[in-house]
């Protein structure tokens, strides 16, 4: 069975706070990894692609461990709109199109 | 651009009625997809389409669930005899959908179903 883990969290932080996130999957022949962000009773809004060579985007940056099979989320100088659930997404590559989503961390950044 | 649109945005229903949830997608997105996520839960899969092949049924729970999708566009899921277990909000998603292409999935607001 693939499966893509994550802690629920929640992980509660003061604002400016950096926190760092990991998801790992089972499934060694994926090859398309993504963190959305869904805020509360909104649908999953996409994050940022995650790439072999590591990627940032202005306070978050994603890397990719393929030996460790798990992705990272870091994110730096919490803001309290950064407040939110983080899912991990993990795909195959080839000819598989379905998604596997962890069921996400919670963060609660506080003032 | 317009983004994925779904409706109803809520939809509450009697034990046994059949329901029916629409979804539009981003146009020139050739895969769709259907997840319903229950209250504090994961996204559960539930059915792909892409472009005309047939559609990956495989995450549908139980044979009252199907979804068409008409000219490669407009996906509709239909929900027979609902229970009150199929309660949930079920999303649907559309992405480019590219052969061996690293594409991200754009969601819709999703229907909020209740079952009384």
């Known amino acids: 069975r693939k499966e893509v883990e994550q802690d629920p969290g929640p992980f509660n932080v003061p604002e400016g706070a950096t926190v760092a996130f990991n998801c790992t999957y089972s499934?060694?022949?994926?090859?398309?990894f993504f963190w959305y962000r869904q805020d509360c009773r909104k649908e999953p809004k996409l994050l940022m692609s995650v790439y072999s060579s590591g990627n940032e985007d202005g306070r978050f940056t994603a890397q990719l461990n393929r030996a460790s099979q798990y992705i990272s989320l870091l994110i730096r100088d919490s803001k309290l709109s950064d407040s939110a659930t983080y899912l991990c997404?993990?795909?195959?590559?080839?000819?598989?199109?379905?998604?596997?989503f962890g069921r996400g961390t919670s963060l609660i950044v506080h003032p | 651009g317009a983004g994925v649109s779904q409706s109803p945005s809520n939809k509450v229903t009697e034990k046994g009625k059949d329901v029916e949830l629409r979804c539009d997608p981003i146009?020139?997105?050739?895969?769709l997809y259907w997840y319903r996520q229950s209250l504090g839960q994961g996204l559960e899969f539930l059915i792909y389409?892409?472009?005309?092949?047939?559609?990956?049924k495989s995450g549908l729970p139980s044979d009252r669930f199907s979804a068409e999708r008409t000219g490669g566009s407009v996906s509709t899921l239909t929900i027979q005899r609902t229970q009150q277990e199929d309660s949930a909000v079920y999303l649907c998603?559309?992405?480019?959908?590219?052969?061996?292409?690293?594409?991200?999935?754009?969601f819709g607001p999703g229907t909020r179903l209740t079952v009384t």
């Open positions: 997404v993990v795909k195959e590559g080839g000819g598989s199109y379905i998604p596997t």
């Open positions: 499934n060694s022949a994926s090859q398309s």
């Open positions: 389409f892409q472009g005309n092949s047939a559609p990956d």
């Open positions: 998603a559309s992405s480019l959908g590219l052969a061996g292409g690293h594409y991200e999935q754009y």
């Open positions: 146009s020139g997105h050739t895969a």
